[in-house]
């Protein structure tokens, strides 16, 4: 009775502390109030919003108020990132951590992040993604190059869509 108590009032905690609701389904969860970190392990798989994740093990690190402010996760990692500007990114990694301050992701050993909809995929050591602003930045390594796949007929549209546009009078000034 008393585990099912502590991971209701865990749950709870972090469910609360967060702006949207956080659900965390796994095996096993240990907190310590303490440190500030709460252990998932086991088939753990977190959905906020939108966005998902799914690990062997997650560990999420909590300031004085129970706020989760940053996240690890360990083994067999798949996520699906629903990005600020529109974008829809999965992919899979080794590890991950993401920052909940800066809304960044830093994808760690046998990194890919796939664009869904679209061919665009970026493998490398370490991937970083930051959701608020929408930039990406590619690791690679001596033995394993970072690499690009990226569809060009789709930035040829955006470019002729810009160009007709400016290209367009203004009915307004005729």
């Known amino acids: ?101 800066n809304g960044e992701y830093r994808l760690l050993e046998n990194a890919v992040v796939n664009e869904v909809g679209k061919a665009n995929t970026i493998r490398g050591e370490e991937i970083i993604v930051n959701n608020e602003s929408g930039y990406a930045n590619v690791l690679g390594s001596k033995d394993k190059p970072a690499k690009f796949i990226f569809n060009l007929d789709d930035i040829d549209q955006k470019d002729d869509k810009t160009q007709n546009q400016q290209t367009q009078p203004n009915k307004g000034n005729e």
């Open 1 to 101: 009775m008393k585990k099912i108590l502590f991971l209701f009032c865990l749950s709870f905690a972090i469910a609360i502390c967060s702006q949207e609701t956080l659900e965390v389904t796994a095996n096993k969860f240990y907190g310590d109030d303490a440190k500030g970190i709460t252990i998932i392990e086991g088939n753990v798989h977190i959905k906020k919003s939108k966005d998902t994740l799914e690990a062997d093990k997650v560990i999420i690190h909590s300031d004085k108020n129970r706020k989760p402010q940053f996240y690890e996760a360990q083994g067999n990692v798949k996520f699906h990132i629903f990005m600020e500007n529109g974008r829809e990114i999965k992919g899979h990694s080794d590890k991950l951590t993401y920052n909940a301050q």
